[in-house]
Structure formats: C-alpha cells, structure tokens
C-alpha cells in the first residue's frame, strides 16, 4: 500500500514538472502595424518573413486595424517585406528575433503610381513593447570569455547588478543600492 503511493506521487510529480518543462519555448514572435504616411491603416496589406539561413517563408494579410502578428518564431535573422496596392514596397533586412523577447517592425508605406521597391538598410533596433522581459543571446566565445571563477555556471549569475551570489543560495542587497545600512 505504501509502494503505491509512492508510486502515484511519483507519477504525479514527473507529470506536473514534464508540463512546466514543456510550457517553457525557444520561440519567439513579431508583431506591428502597416500604415501610409498620414497615418491610417492598411487592411490587407501583404506581409512576409523570411528567414535566409533555413529558406523558412510565411506570409499573411494584415487585419482590418492595419496590424499584423507571427507568432512561434525560431529566432534568427530575418527579411521582412510589406507590400501592399498602389503602395511602394518595403523591404528590412537582418532583423533579429531574440528567444522569448517579441519584437514590433511597424511599417509607413509611400504611396506609388508605378512599382518601387525601398529597401530600408539602417534603422533603429527593435524594441519589446510587450512585456518587461529582456533577452540576450550569448555565442559560445562570450560564454568561455565570462569571469566566472572555476565555470560554475551559478557564478554568472553573480555577474547581475543588485544581488551577491553566498554559498548556500541566499541573496543579500547589496548597501547602498536599495537596501538598509545597519547603524550601530
């Protein structure tokens, strides 16, 4: 009787932390708003992203309100294009998409009596408009460059302003940036 239920809190337990494993994604999303130099929206205007590395290619239409969204993402690097009738094509190279840190690509269409692509090579960087959630991707050689003290990986974490990594899992403020002095 005892082996059973052990075995049911077993069972119990591997399900609840399997579905909170799975719940965490590597994906990440891009949304925003196609519209014309005074302002308004464009209803189904034609949106694509591509990314170049894979060949990976979606396309939608926007939304009556002029917006778009594509959700589950690799992140990469991807091309975007706008286009939409009687409206100069746009096309941004080298976006970034970041794991877990939705990003906003609005776009401003000219108005165009013939066909004209514009290709935007310089903007400014994407921004999270979303949630506070901020993403960093590190490449291997950051990793290995990182001052962590015998490659313990909880000593990175260290590297993180307002809180002191102690054997033993507690964090302490540190004084001066928030937390109490003792007076004696």
Known sequence: MRNRRFGILTATLSLIFSIAVWGQSGTTSLHGAISDANGAVLPSATVTITDPQTGFTRSMQTAADGT????????????????????????????????????????????????VEIEVTSEAPLVNTQDASIGNAFTPRQLIDLPAEGRDPVAILSLAGRHLHRPGGSKQRQPGRGGRRRTQ
């Open 68 to 115: 778009y969204q594509f959700l589950q993402l690799q992140p990469s690097k991807y091309k975007v294009q706008a286009s939409a009738n009687g409206f100069a094509t746009l096309k941004r190279e080298d976006v970034t998409l970041q794991v877990n840190t939705p990003a906003t690509l609005n776009f401003t269409m000219q108005v165009s009596a013939t066909k």
